[in-house]
């Protein structure tokens, strides 16, 4: 359930995980971390009231990662 401006939205949403109940890590597999992937956990961010999340992308020769703090 999820509760936006004092609206309950039919919609779920579903983090790959949260740690600790401070951080949201998406994975991914894929040939790079795009906008999408950004705007993704952006929303997360924003309908869990956390400030930090992170994309991690095994689909490369290395690990790419990139982390998001959110400006709430």
């Not at 401070?22 to 009231?49: M, Q, R, T």
Request: hydrophobic share 45%.
């Amino acid at each position: 359930m999820v509760n936006y401006k004092e609206l309950i939205l039919k919609h779920k949403f579903y983090a790959d995980f949260v740690i600790d109940d401070k951080i949201i890590l998406e994975v991914k597999s894929s040939s790079g971390i795009v906008d999408g992937h950004y705007a993704e956990v952006l929303n997360y961010l924003a309908i869990s009231n956390l400030r930090i999340g992170l994309i991690v992308n095994f689909n490369e020769k290395s690990l790419q990662h990139k982390r998001i703090i959110s400006s709430k």
